[in-house]
């Protein structure tokens, strides 16, 4: 329950979390499965009205489930940190590991994307986030007892690092159907966020009527940065939508 007397419902996806599922199960898990799982959580609550806050994946996962589903229930979208392309995000942190750098630097970075190897582009990511962003970010928030990602479902869908998406979601795209977006839509990243700023403007920009918001001296988990703010800023939204 939300300070507001919101109910909120926040749940591990199948096989993530502490939802724990065997190997076999895994191996058969999907897209689709996550979007089939999330309305069959919406009908077991019989939730008739919702708003619906997807973060990163999640954000992914409500594109996905409205265009699939168009449920009548939904009041209002809240978008944070996340993508409606894979091809726009690899394109933003492709982006992202090129300010700053010379001609020479910026030549060898192009050069390890086109190579497709993820394991040379996670390095990159975390040598730019270490001199970039590490020494600015301070955490107000943290999960004392976080469950391990479960690696074999996230690299089966997305691959194997966060900058180059190259899994079973890598031809995921939903820039033609955003402006079919008709409820009140907030869009959230943080100021040194992988969700670049040019891929959330064409989201603010294509979504009649919606609110961009970014948080300074943020990364991708802004809620762990600036708890406090982030809370204020969506509750103010939904406050002001009569949510």
Known sequence: MSKAKRPIIFYDQLGCGYSKVDK??????????????????????????????????????????????????????ILFSTLPSTKMWND???????????????????????????????????????????????????????????????ERLWGKGEALGSGELKDYDVTSKLQDIEVPTLILRGEFDESSASMNEFMHKEIQGSEFVTFSVCKHNSYATEPDLVNKTISAFLDKNGL
């Not at 895994?26 to 619906?52: M, P, V, W």
């Not at 090129?98 to 190579?115: M, V, Y």
């Open 92 to 154: 933003g942190c492709l982006e992202f590991l090129l300010e700053g750098k010379t001609k020479n630097e910026q030549a060898r970075i192009r050069e390890i994307f086109e190579s497709g190897n993820e394991k040379d582009i996670s390095k990159l990511m975390k040598q730019h986030e270490k001199e970039h962003v590490k020494g600015v970010i301070n955490f107000k928030y943290a999960r004392k007892r976080f469950p391990k990602t479960n690696v074999s479902i996230y």
């Open 24 to 77: 076999e199960v895994q191996s058969r898990i999907h897209a689709q499965t996550y979007i089939q799982e999330l309305d069959n959580l919406i009908s077991y609550f019989g939730l008739k009205e919702f708003s619906l806050l997807g973060h990163s994946w999640g954000g992914m996962l409500a594109f996905l489930y409205i265009f699939a589903k168009d449920p009548e229930g939904l009041r209002s979208l």
